[in-house]
Nanobody
């Protein structure tokens, strides 16, 4: 049973930085990709960042230049460093692991609230 637990969210002022973490427990034989999504109330889920097995990275235009995704392969932890946060970044942030069979595992999310 794979379980993902996000942490690091909170209430911050615009311009602040946050580092989100996603810790995985259980056995995942092979990870194809790790993703961070976010979803704000009344809005569609948005892919924020992806890191692939060969360190390929993708960032959404809405956060490019303000976000860095990284992974600790030994401890199976995924990170999302965010800076210069804006009120429009307020959302629930979720991590997702995609295994070798393209099965997806997702955490419960961590809330990020940015006040102006």
């Amino acid at each position: 049973q794979v379980r993902l637990v996000e942490s690091g969210g909170g209430v911050v002022q615009a311009g602040s930085s946050l580092r989100l973490s996603c810790a995985a427990s259980g056995t995942i034989s092979h990870i194809n990709a790790m993703n961070w999504f976010r979803q704000a109330p009344g809005k569609e889920r948005e892919l924020v960042a992806t890191i692939g097995g060969t360190r390929y990275t993708y960032y959404a235009d809405s956060m490019k230049g303000r976000v860095t995704i990284s992974r600790d392969n030994v401890r199976n932890i995924l990170y999302l460093e965010m800076s210069s946060l804006k009120p429009e970044d307020t959302a629930m942030y979720y991590c997702e692991f995609v295994d070798g069979d393209y099965e997806r595992y997702r955490g419960q999310g961590t809330q990020v609230t940015v006040s102006s």
